[in-house]
């Protein structure tokens, strides 16, 4: 997937641009605050529907203005143009159009422009309860995979209602309705977090190798409590303690992934630069996945690229995503030389953009 024109109206610190894009390396460079995560997040706009910060889409509007509109011009693989818009005001709210033609609901789009994102705020990955874990691989498995979105949309539902008949002595019977439909839905899940976490442990293993020069080990594993008893049996057993809860205690929604690095804990004895190195394997390996499972090649977005990284693993970074495993891919970097020696030296072809107040300038 190609993107080969953004333009953007209102957009956060953006007033008006339009930016000719490269199909190689694009890279955005300027001071702090200049407006080069805005444009990452467009593009994310494009693919998602939604920021990839917390903040709401009102938030995205330009202050002072009604709205902000999002039109990229893309390129599929096989050579198919698509053009994607995304508007929101203030009195109206989003739109969504594909080829000009609106999506009926934004859930639709998700997948068809597939992305892969490492930004600084992927550290909560690591340092965060296991609840942004599931966040992640929710999202990830959801892009390619409509049967596990919609299985984890009935979980989470038949877990709120046996949550809120918890609360008011609910019959044995009913209980037994919600636990057959919660062990269900958590079948697919279940069978798809296994599938896709063992998918991944070779890959990040295999990228982190080749970003640290193969100086230390890591791991992933999934650990939930239905690898060892079936869903149904641990409701039953923990009905009792259920009802003097008033909430549901075992589950798919207690799930974790571990993350290691030689055999220990990722989380407290790694350091931040093999944090960040860890974080960026695993969504290389991501990327990896998606390809596979899209045919299409995912536009990759690098935010703060050399943030905690030493040159050396960002020189072998550059080399890797360069390299033809990789389609078209977008960095940002506050340091205009230190980007472009390390691109020069990896080799690889890119463009240039300088950003300063919300306004590009090619390089
Ligand atoms: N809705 C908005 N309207 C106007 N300006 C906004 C809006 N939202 C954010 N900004 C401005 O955008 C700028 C932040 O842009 P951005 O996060 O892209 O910076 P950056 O170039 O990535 O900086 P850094 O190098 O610090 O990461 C800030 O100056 C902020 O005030
Ligand atoms: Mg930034």
Redesign the pocket.
Known sequence: MILDRLSLINF??ITEEQLSLSRGINC?V????????????AIHYLSMARSMHT?TDT?????G?EGFIIDGRFERDDERPEQIVCAYTRRSGKTLKRNGKEYDKLSDHVGGIPIVVVSPGDTALISDSAEERRKYINRFISQSDRTYLSALMRYNATLQERNKLLKCSPSEDMLLIYDTMLSAAAETIFARRTETIAAMQPLVEHYYGILAEERETIGIEYRSEVQETPLMELLLQSRQKDFVNEYTSVGLHRDDILFSIGDYPLRKFGSQGQQKSFLIALKLAEYTLLAKSSGEKPILLL??LFDKLDMRRVAHLLRLVGGDMFGQIFI?D?NKHRLERTLGEAGAEYKLFN?AA?TATTL
């Open positions: 956060k610190n955005f300027g001071d702090n605050g200049a407006g080069k995560t805005n444009i990452l997040d903040s938030q995205s509007v330009r202050h203005e935010d703060d940002t506050c950003i919300g």
